[in-house]
């Protein structure tokens, strides 16, 4: 009996023990890994936000001054600097895209944007839906909304990119003999309904800038100093080094009419030696060029700073 009882105080002290290790077991923690990889910022231009609908659209209704386009902008910018991919020039005008495209065509000196968005709300509408009972009753908000994107790339002037999306909020509340929540019209529902739809268009935005190598070009070329648009706020650090390359030529496609540019010739290397600048705009950073001809200093439009991918 004594040597029964022994055992079993044995097996409970060992259990006891098993469990109070298992107890102490912990997971590893987890290591955060930096990326320490190239991140080139692209500047996008955000232009006109428009509403479409008849939403809003009173007496006194004023065009350039569309709460619901502001709204969507706002949200539209948010997103896009939350991913840390881009600098945000705002362009409330729709004019600036041909100033644009020059700046990011021939006058290579002039920092211009790479990209420039145009957006639209396209579709807008509320809806209250409920149900009474004996005893309960329940009351629906609903706010649906359509978002239309266009991603112009400001070098060709061309649309790259154009969708549309929908998105929806709703809240509901419910009394019970009187008892429970009474809300009126939840003005936060339209802002996440625009939210919604635009969040679906943003990953593709992203994607779609991306695709194409980060380019830059000259500022100035001479016994001074060489120095290439752009610094610190867009990612560029000393040592880092780019292609330097010739515009490709252009070709005109005889269906649409549409100039088509052809990839360039590689002729050298810019090494950036510093960075300077206040702001994104005025940004510009000092390169070291090695190049294997002869770079024509009079004719700097016709040379791009380029990524090495």
Sequence with gaps: MRKICFLVALFAVSYSASAQRKV????????????????????VAIGRFSNETQYAKGIFYDKENDPMGKQALDILSSKLASSGKFILLERSDLSTLLDECQKGGAKASTIGADYM????ITEFGRKNTGKNGVFSSQKTQTVEAAVAIRLVDVSTGLIIYSDEAKGSAELTTKTTMGVGGQA???????????????????????????????????LSYDSDAILIAGGTSQGIKEGMVFNIKTQGKKVKNPQTGILITLPG??????????????????????????????INSENMSNYIIEQVK
């Design 24 to 43: 102490e077991v912990v997971e590893s923690p987890v290591q955060n890994v930096q990326d320490d990889g190239m991140v080139l910022k692209r500047k």
């Design 117 to 120: 968005i145009i957006g639209s």
């Design 265 to 294: 010739k590689t002729v050298g290397t810019a090494k950036v030696i510093a960075t300077g600048g206040d702001t994104p705009e005025t940004e510009f950073s000092f390169v070291e060029v090695t190049s294997n001809e002869t």
């Design 184 to 218: 009126s019209y939840d003005a936060t529902l339209s802002d996440k309904a625009i939210s919604e739809a635009i969040g679906q268009l943003v990953e593709n935005i992203i994607n779609k800038c991306s695709n194409s190598p980060w380019r830059t070009y000259f």
